[in-house]
């Protein structure tokens, strides 16, 4: 039996991938977090074979959570499972160490097979990703990180190399806090860094800001 952890801010998600495999012979949900601090709390006790995981789960503030957690528990694989668009977050995913990555619009049929997949010791990727992570070794360094982001993304990356916190940037730009908080751990993910400093940095020699 394949024990499996979902962790997603949103309970219709829950409910429904916990629906779809209640009965399933191979595949059990033996675990429903809504935060990455249960995450780490929930891997001290209990054993998981994969963990399907959002990257806009809350308290999730960089990838290098995520390569943390695969170094502690090595025999537990992840699958992302999100919204966000595979053609900008996957690559960095897929190098982070993942194993899968599976967006939101997929049947859940293909996650269940993503999931036998990726428990046997396969990384799943799709044509898609495959072609941009070509694309993206084919680019010089400074071309590939700075087509990576969007106005918005560096707008946002302006106000923290200034020094600005996320309740500040948020206040300027009508947002809320928790939306900035989103774009600073995409500009984290996109530009392969843990930090803000290496983020302001990195974006100073790719001339981003």
Known sequence: M?????????????QG???YFKN??????VANVDKFSMITELLKTKDIDVLILDLELEELTSIFEIKTILKKHPRTKII????????????NAIKAGVSGYVSQTEKLEYLRNVIVKVNQGEIIMNETIKANL???????????????LS???????????????????????????KTISAFKLRLLIKLNVTNVVDL??????????
């Open 24 to 29: 399933h012979p191979e595949i059990r949900i």
């Open 200 to 209: 302001v940095n990195k974006a100073k020699i790719i001339e981003a800001i």
């Open 2 to 14: 394949i024990k499996v952890c979902l962790a997603d801010n949103y309970p219709v998600i829950h």
């Open 80 to 91: 992302i499972f999100t919204g966000l668009s595979e053609k900008i977050y996957a690559p």
């Open 17 to 19: 991938i916990k629906s």
């Open 134 to 148: 070509s694309l993206i070794a084919k680019q010089n360094k400074g071309e590939r990180l700075h087509r990576k």
């Open 151 to 177: 106005n918005r993304e560096v707008e946002v990356l302006r106000y923290l190399s200034a020094g600005k916190k996320n309740h500040e940037i948020a206040a300027i730009l009508s947002l809320n806090e």
